[in-house]
């Protein structure tokens, strides 16, 4: 364990944040002008297209398309309603597997603690699938409220989740949009702002049902970058006693210079396109074979090429972070593992160098990959988790 050091910070590529595809979108045989030019010539024509689809041509496609919707034999009606029912009927699926997640690991400690699912209403009225784990013998002596990365779901943190009720704290887990048994085109994320707003409806939840409870949040690489956004806005700050980030996504660059460029332009025009060109093989995220093969096959870990719009909220979040680190106040704490090649242990050191909060704790990990909770050391990680919160709740007293 170290407090220092780390790679991967001169990559140039944008993975998923869950298997760590590459997404070579663009080869470098273009020279960085003629990239350039390029970019300009399609921000050009973007803005073009913009102010012919805002006069007459426009209103007339849009009363065409108003018309075709409702016709029973408009071919964009048909396709917009086969789409709906799809989507519509991929939640429902996703909802019935995360509800046959087990909530329980340890059969022998069942009777020490109560878990179950629920799915409250989001910030847009989107339902979002949670689950909820607590001691029943004693007090809770604080809530950790997990928000998980990327492509993945909450019930992958079920032996965390054990480790924390057994040392007396609550644990509430949500599936962001588009994720595991909530709302959403599986892998599809139109705002990570999205997620910060869902994540303060289910705090306001918890706190009105288990008032005066100190309660933390943990967010996992893209999740711990909007833990750390959210924790920016004060009255979600407010609400908090601290935040911890496992391999947060803080700096992510594309696979060429020209993607950052033209990742504005496609995340408007075709926001749900999937780049084809995803690397499948994919990243280690683990060193324990049996964490792999049980992430990678499970059918609720989205496992397709990324979409533009999700790929450009991830540079979009990372590039505010990276300008806003300074205003950073809440007590935290950051994990990273040295060997992480989907995110940037650099960047979390960089993130304790420069933030402002007066309690604050890097730990990097020599040698460990990206998914910190499910490397052979898991138990260790959790260790350092709970013995920090332990800490903060420790400084209450004082």
């Known amino acids: 364990m ?17 298997t760590g595809r590459i997404v070579p979108v663009f080869r470098s045989v273009l020279s960085r002008r003629a990239l350039l030019r390029l970019a300009v010539a399609l921000h050009s024509l973007f803005l073009w297209l913009v102010l012919l689809v805002g006069g007459g041509g426009g209103r007339r496609r849009r009363a065409d398309a ?26 429902r699926r996703r909802r019935a597997l995360a509800e046959e997640v087990a909530m329980v ?6 009777a020490l603690r109560r878990s179950a ?3 409250v209403p989001g910030a847009r009225m989107n339902a979002l699938f949670c689950r909820v784990w607590a001691p029943v013998a004693a007090e809770m002596r604080g809530i950790l409220v997990i928000i998980h990365g990327l492509n993945e779901h ?20 949500m599936d962001w949009i588009g994720h595991g048994g909530s709302d959403g085109l599986h892998g599809y994320v139109p705002s990570l702002d999205y997620v910060v707003e869902d994540i303060e409806v289910l705090l306001d939840k918890i706190m009105l049902d288990n008032p005066g409870v100190p309660c933390f949040l943990l967010g996992h690489s893209t999740g711990g970058a909007v833990v750390l956004k959210a924790s920016l806005f004060p009255r979600i700050r407010a609400k908090l006693e601290g935040i911890i980030l496992t391999s947060p996504a803080l700096r992510v660059k594309p696979a060429h210079p020209i993607v950052g460029a033209v990742a504005p332009i496609f995340s408007l025009v075709a926001p749900k396109l999937q780049f084809k060109g995803a690397n499948k093989r994919g990243i ?7 964490a792999l093969l049980a992430k990678y096959s499970d059918p609720l870990v989205y496992t397709g090429p990324i979409r533009v719009r999700t790929g450009h909220e991830i540079l ?7 300008r806003n680190l300074k205003k950073v106040t809440i007590p935290f704490m950051v994990l990273h593992g040295t060997a992480d090649r989907v995110t940037d242990p650099l960047a979390s050191q960089d993130l ?38 332990e800490r903060m709740l420790a400084l209450q007293t004082i």
């Open 2 to 18: 170290e407090r220092g050091g780390g790679g991967g910070g001169d990559e140039m590529m944008m993975t998923s944040g869950a």
């Open 66 to 91: 108003g018309e075709a919707g409702a016709e029973p034999g408009g071919r964009v009606g048909r396709t917009s309603t086969r789409r709906r029912a799809a989507e519509e009927e991929d939640v």
């Open 105 to 110: 690991e340890d059969a022998d400690g069942e």
């Open 117 to 119: 699912t629920f799915v």
């Open 154 to 173: 909450s019930g992958r943190y079920l032996h965390f989740a054990e480790q924390l009720t057994t040392c007396g704290f609550g644990v509430y887990a």
């Open 284 to 290: 280690p995220v683990s060193r324990d074979p049996a």
């Open 316 to 322: 979009r979040i990372s590039s505010y972070l990276l």
């Open 352 to 389: 304790y160098n420069e933030a402002s909060s007066m309690h604050k704790d890097v730990r990097l990990y020599d040698g460990f990959l990206h998914d910190l909770l499910f490397e052979p050391e898991r138990d260790e990680i959790a260790a350092d988790i709970i013995g920090w919160m």
